[in-house]
């Protein structure tokens, strides 16, 4: 197994390439400027130049990557047009580009309430319909997929337990980076996350459980 990750120099990317890292996971992380950021990965970590927004550079990028992970995400801007063009266009780009790739699984950070347009979060640029567009585009492309659907980021240790739930079923809660982390890297071990979409916050009152069971249980 290699992972290939886009979104890798965002917050939860990161994680994700840390996580990887801690398995033994061979990574290749996207970048578009490799020389602002060369310094700011394990030199184990392969980088490679590339624009989810440009699909011709992603084919080269991808190499002999074999699973793909996505934590690409619009940042705050003043440009409407960003939730479309990242969330949306971006993530149909390296979709096609997975497929054309052979990529074995393709697990995609997408966000909790995507299924509701009366939401606040669709003030800035639609944000979660565009997100909501990217999972079904990833859906019915014919690869294997994981959609996992995080609720609020935080920066926080971890220390609560892990929730999964299926989709559309839960509608608030938050979650450090790095357990949304362990659950999308753990995806790619767990046949039960086939094909699936997962909804995880973390909460002091859940119970303690091993991932692979949580992925078992939604299934």
């Known amino acids: 197994m290699k992972a290939f990750v886009a ?6 990317g990161r994680r994700i390439v840390e996580e990887l890292l801690k398995r033994n996971i061979p990574v290749r992380a996207l970048v578009r400027d490799l020389a602002t950021v060369r310094d700011s990965f394990p030199p184990e970590v ?14 080269t990028a991808l ?4 699973v793909l992970l996505c934590a690409t995400g ?8 960003g939730p479309y063009k990242v969330d949306y266009e971006g993530t149909r780009n390296l979709v096609n580009a997975a497929k054309a790739h052979g990529i074995e ?11 509701r347009l009366f939401h ?3 003030l800035f640029g639609l944000i979660l319909v565009w997100k909501k567009q990217a999972e079904q585009y ?29 989709a559309d079923t839960l509608f608030d809660g938050s979650i450090p980076r790095a357990q949304v982390a362990q659950v ?13 979409i997962v909804e995880v916050i973390a909460e002091a009152k859940a119970p303690a459980r091993p991932v692979e069971e949580l992925f078992t249980s939604v299934a």
């Open 7 to 12: 979104g890798a120099t965002g917050k939860t």
């Open 46 to 59: 392969e980088l490679v130049v590339g624009d989810v927004l440009k699909p011709d550079t992603l084919t």
């Open 63 to 66: 190499g002999d990557s074999t």
């Open 74 to 81: 619009a940042r705050p801007s003043f440009d409407v047009t």
């Open 105 to 115: 699984h393709f697990v995609f950070v997408s966000s909790l309430c995507v299924s």
């Open 120 to 122: 606040f979060l669709n």
């Open 138 to 166: 990833l859906q019915q492309s014919g690869l294997t997929y994981t959609i996992v659907r995080p609720g609020g980021l935080t920066e926080a240790e971890g220390t609560n337990a892990v929730m999964l739930s299926q």
């Open 184 to 196: 999308c890297v753990e995806a790619l071990f767990q046949p039960t996350a086939h094909n699936q």
